[in-house]
């Protein structure tokens, strides 16, 4: 076998939540392109359907599914479509999360202060960043451990590592933004919830690791690129495109001796 070998998924099957979004539809073509068939999992049914139909129209195998991560009878009929589908399910990418984006406006979505964040939106955000990931995977390791094998992906976050710089989401004469305090919180959690995993399911084959993507171009307002984009290395901001080599190597076997670990893509950010 050679190292390209290691990087092949065919016959393979991988659930994607969050997968009709920015990362979500990417990690769901990578999965495709290496050979997986693809449940592409999301609230959003129609954006989940439209991802779905251009990986079917390339030739690719990949269903959509309506899923609502907050939901228990949600995340089994995940599993039960998956398996009636395809027949196993070898890599789950936990991608969904509630993340408030800047805007081409400049404008921070739920950008309220600390001293007056809600405790209803604070709630909302850990049912679907931490509670959602608990019950998907909850429910996708059943089939994992009985074929004896599975990788499971969580999609962290360099705010899960350090905090967010919120000097960058300011513009002069506005009223100050932040970066809300769940996104932090929840994004930490993601990391103890990967380390608990991978070892509580020492002395198997089922691997547990998180991804952390930097700040991803998305057509945000030019200052905050450019405040981003100073903070970094290597001077900007992430391609859509550029988390897809990371995500494939760890739901891969070329990722075979790795397991509670965490990738880091950020460009640099936390390098200094």
């Known amino acids: ?20 979004g ?45 899923l609502n991560v907050t939901d228990p009878a949600s995340c089994a009929a995940l599993i039960e479509t998956t398996l009636k589908e395809f027949g196993r399910l070898d890599i789950l990418v936990n ?19 600390f001293e007056n964040y809600s405790l209803e939106a604070w709630k909302a955000a850990l049912e679907v960043n931490l509670t959602g990931m608990f019950l998907v995977t909850q429910a996708a390791v059943k089939p994992m451990k009985a074929q004896g094998k599975g990788s499971i992906i969580n999609i962290c976050s360099t705010y899960g590592l350090v905090a967010p710089d919120q000097r960058i ?9 932040y970066k809300p305090v769940y996104y932090s919180v929840t994004k930490s959690g993601v990391l103890g919830f990967t380390r608990y995993l991978a070892a509580y399911y ?50 891969s076997d070329a990722s075979s001796y790795m397991t509670g670990g965490n990738l880091v893509v950020d460009g640099g950010w936390t390098a200094w």
């Not at 997986?36 to 269903?63: N, S």
């Not at 989401?169 to 933004?177: E, F, L, N, T, V």
């Not at 171009?217 to 990371?246: L, P, W």
């Open 1 to 20: 076998m050679t190292i390209l070998d290691k990087f092949k998924l065919t016959g393979r099957v991988a659930i994607v939540t969050g997968g009709a």
């Open 22 to 66: 920015l990362l979500g539809s990417e990690f769901c073509r990578t999965l495709a392109e290496a050979g997986a068939a693809v449940v592409v999992a999301d609230l959003a049914e129609g954006p989940a359907r439209t991802v779905a139909g251009l990986l079917t129209q390339a030739g690719y195998r990949a269903i959509p599914f309506p």
């Open 95 to 113: 991608s969904a999360a509630l993340d408030p984006k800047v805007s081409s406006d400049g404008a921070v979505r739920d950008a309220s202060s």
């Open 169 to 177: 989401y300011q513009k002069p004469g506005q009223p100050p933004q």
């Open 202 to 251: 020492a002395g198997t084959e089922i691997r547990v690791n998180s991804l952390s993507p930097g700040g991803v171009y998305n057509n945000q307002d030019e200052t905050f690129v450019k405040n981003y984009s100073y903070r970094t290395i290597m001077g900007r901001m992430a391609h859509k495109d550029e988390m897809n080599g990371a995500l494939l190597f760890l739901a």
